[in-house]
């Protein structure tokens, strides 16, 4: 089991649910025969949607508050062997799974590690690669996560080229201290020069990645955050709590948790944070994510099609979800599957025509019901829930401090409640109830 989960204080606040079950209770690493034919059984209806998602895990410096998988390296000669292994593992999906050259790429989404560090040649090729090789529907949602101080105009005209609108960046704090400690690189006038950018090259959706609950963070330096926020106007904020993980990335301790805000000043960030964001104009999606009012995923919530995958909030529900790429997750109507997180081994992999597999989960029919409450909570704010009498004792505590209302057999999420939504969510989780004490049930 996940230390995550055997931890002693059990704080399930911040749970993210990006997947049910989650990662640490997965049992059962499909066979290449079984993943193969649940991607194939996925897309068996002529409309058939497949989003792609591509893990680059380099980075040219190593940022501590990550526990991303990433590898580290200034040498850039990596790039393009690391491509043509992904092109080599796409190759091998279209082998076995030949539905896929017919189904439509509604979503591709670069992440990782930093895609922009490969060069812009390199980019182009991929991209070119990737439409070559596979249907995508006209105005497909394409999208990208950088680091601001390596992104370059060369890369952002090929992306544009494209018909890429939505960017994600990595700012985690505009506070040059706050970076320090953290060794990562940055400042506010950085962030300003890439945000103008990406809007000369058309992109439309910037998101900000932000971090509270970091070592030299203060309430002053939360609202200076936020006051750059007002400054540089993104269409969308991530705010989410740094998670102290020094058992899955070692250089983490190089700070250690003396060094970290407790959990009731992490609280009390998140909620001025919030409230600065609300006084903005924003609104609360749920978990971690605000967005403006005119933003499609605000649309998508309104109009219960939300959806929340490994990547966060989307509003496109695809038949079938490809991870390329070392450690990349993907999920088909019954499985997910998740590749070597060891890019050698990876490599060595796909050179044998082999599937990568690391671990995954075959879901059960009650991890399908299961998952339909959490993903209802997490996107639609509400769910309906059958068997609610049985589990209203664990809700009671909710329901007394106003975040939840339970009406007949709804259950309701208040505004007050989204704080709370990962602690709500895990009471319907079967897979983290069996190995919780009594007093976390």
Known sequence: MSEKFSHPRYDLRNLRYNCYPLVPFWKHVPTQDEWFSSAQNSLTLPDSKISIYIHIPFCESFCSF?????????????????????????????????????????????????PNFISENNLENLLNFLFSKLKFISNPELSIEV???????????????????????????????????????????????????????????????????????????????????????????????????????????????????????????????KTLLLNLGYIHLGMEQFVKPNDELY?????????????????????????????????????????IKILKKYQKFISENTLPSFKGHHKTEEDRIQSQIIFNLETNLRAKILSLNNIRDRLRRFESNGDILLNGEELIL??????????????FDHHLQNHLPVQNK
């Open 147 to 273: 680091n601001p101080n390596k992104t370059s105009k060369e890369q952002l005209e090929v992306l544009s080229k494209f018909g890429f609108k939505t960017i994600s960046i990595g700012v985690e704090d505009f506070d040059e201290s706050v970076l320090s400690f953290i060794n990562k690189e940055g400042s506010f006038a950085e962030v300003k020069m890439i945000t103008e950018a990406v809007r000369e090259f058309g992109f439309n959706t910037v998101n900000f990645n932000l971090i509270y609950g970091l070592p030299n963070q203060t309430k002053k330096s939360i609202h200076e955050m936020m006051d750059k926020i007002n400054i540089l106007q993104p269409e969308r904020v991530t705010f989410h709590e740094y998670l102290h993980v020094p058992w899955i990335k070692d250089y983490e301790r190089l700070f250690t948790v003396q060094d970290l805000p407790i959990q009731e000043e992490r609280t009390e960030f998140f909620e001025l944070g």
């Open 66 to 114: 990550c526990a991303c998988n990433t590898v580290t390296t200034i040498d850039h000669s990596v790039e393009l062997p690391y491509l043509e292994t992904i092109y080599k593992e796409l190759e091998l999906y279209i082998l076995k799974v030949p539905e896929i050259l017919e189904a439509k790429v509604v979503e591709l989404q670069l992440g990782g590690g930093s």
């Open 414 to 427: 208040t505004e007050k409640g989204r704080a709370s939504l990962g602690e709500i969510c895990a009471v």
């Open 299 to 339: 649309l998508a919530q309104k109009e219960n099609r939300l959806q929340r995958r490994f990547t966060g909030y989307t509003s496109i529900k695809p038949n079938l979800l490809l991870g390329l790429g070392v450690s990349a997750i993907s999920e088909s109507e019954t499985f997910y599957h998740q590749n």
